[in-house]
């Protein structure tokens, strides 16, 4: 299982810095931005999980507190990024 979760981790470190590289490139594309904080999100929220299964987790007990909070952040960040991508136009709505 920690095994799979590294693999995770360091593949979502390439997609992270691929997906952060291109978004600052030729056209500052502000919706890409949004998809790679959905996947550092994802990724730290994998990383605590290593850490717990490591039990690692009690050498840093901080990172067990801030855990949670980034798996809720992972899914608004993504329905920026979605909702942008199909419907383009102005960022923020009324509706948000």
Not at 47 to 53: A, D, R
Not at 54 to 80: C, D, V, W
Request: charged share 10%.
């Amino acid at each position: 299982m920690t095994l799979i979760a590294q693999f995770g981790l360091f593949n979502g470190i390439l997609v992270l810095l691929l997906i952060m590289a291109y978004s600052f490139r030729r056209n500052r594309n502000i919706n890409r931005i949004f998809l790679g904080l959905s996947v550092f999100f994802v990724w730290y929220t994998l990383f605590v999980v290593l850490l717990t299964l490591t039990k690692e987790i009690l050498n840093y007990p901080a990172f067990h507190r801030t855990g949670i909070m980034s798996a809720y952040l992972a899914i608004p960040f993504l329905y920026i990024y979605s909702r942008n991508t199909f419907y383009p136009g102005k960022l923020w709505r009324n509706s948000d």
